[in-house]
């Protein structure tokens, strides 16, 4: 009698399945790529450190500002010693007794500054081929400057909700009910090109509550910011108030009084560096100086 084996007993031997070649090169590499992006970070939080010192420096703050280095990779920007572009923010900046929350923010292209310098904390030679600076005022300041307002014989604390909106000059100066008021549509337009070519003057709406003669009404001025001195001056131009008080009802000499509230002139310091102011801008919720200059070191500027 054959006795046949037991096919179970001895299973054949079950095949190892080939070892990637490539596996290893690919974990390797990731490895020295994390690496690479850790040490670029970390090489680029150096520079920000030491650039953040040197402009706390140059453009007279309290405190460090925010430096970023724009672009990737850090390195690559590092060895040439030339960075295309890094920003400055500085928030909560005091000016004087009214205004408390200026801000600076500060875009700078074409920085010169070797690597080798930046580590060793040597920050004195750092060269911009071109600097934008910029100084804004906020709703809160802006708030408190009404408040200190001498030129008003209202009472500023009746006044609340004050805003800040941009508007055309061509809106601001047109007389309402004639041929010369337009509408939204034609404002946001007449802005738009207005904005391109950023100079001296801006038109701004103001808006707030006020409580006049016992009732809260809406209130709102439009008028002209412009230069002055190196300041914010808002030139209100005509007032408009809503509800059940019609613009009709208000005495002209009442009138002349919420004008001559809003007539104010808003001094935020001086622009980064040796920036001589240009322009004003008018976004929603601020008042801003803005101006540039070129081939600057922030050596020479300091205080």
């Known amino acids: 009698m054959t006795t046949v084996p037991n096919a179970t007993a001895n299973p054949p031997r079950p095949k190892k399945p080939k070892r990637s070649k490539t596996r290893p090169l690919v974990i390797t590499l990731v490895i020295l790529l994390a690496l690479l992006v850790g040490v670029d970070f970390g090489a680029a939080a150096v520079a920000e450190y030491q650039v953040s010192k040197r402009a706390k420096a140059a453009f007279g703050l309290s405190d460090d500002p925010a430096v970023t280095v724009r672009g990737f990779p850090f390195l690559t920007q ?21 205004l408390k929350d200026v801000e600076v923010h500060a875009e700078m292209r074409g920085v010169q500054a070797p690597l080798s310098d930046l580590l060793a904390g040597r920050t004195d030679s750092i060269a911009v081929r071109e600097i ?3 100084l804004r005022v906020k709703e809160a300041d802006f708030n408190r400057a009404l408040q200190s307002n001498s030129l008003s014989r209202l009472r500023t604390s009746d006044i ?40 001296g003057t801006a038109g701004v709406r103001v808006g707030a509550t006020v409580d006049f003669a016992g009732q809260k009404t809406d209130l709102v001025i439009y ?18 108030l809503a509800n059940a008080i019609g613009d009709n009802l208000i005495a002209p000499s009442i009138q002349q009084q919420f004008l001559s509230l809003f007539a104010v002139t808003l001094d935020p310091g001086k622009l980064p560096v040796a920036i001589t102011p240009t322009a004003v801008r008018v976004d929603p919720g601020s008042l801003s100086l803005k101006g540039k200059a070129t081939n600057v070191k922030l050596r020479g500027f300091v205080g």
């Open 223 to 240: 008028g002209i910011v412009s230069l002055d001195n190196q300041k914010i001056q808002i030139s209100p131009k005509r007032v408009t």
């Open 132 to 134: 934008e600076g910029q």
């Open 160 to 199: 609340t909700n004050v805003t800040i909106a941009p508007v055309s000059e061509l809106r601001v100066n047109a007389s309402p009910g004639t041929e010369d008021e337009i509408d939204d549509k034609a404002d946001q337009e007449a802005l738009a090109k207005e904005e391109e070519n950023e100079d």
């Open 78 to 98: 590092a060895i040439g010693g030339e960075y295309d572009h890094i920003t400055v923010d500085a928030r909560g900046v005091p000016v004087m007794d009214v």
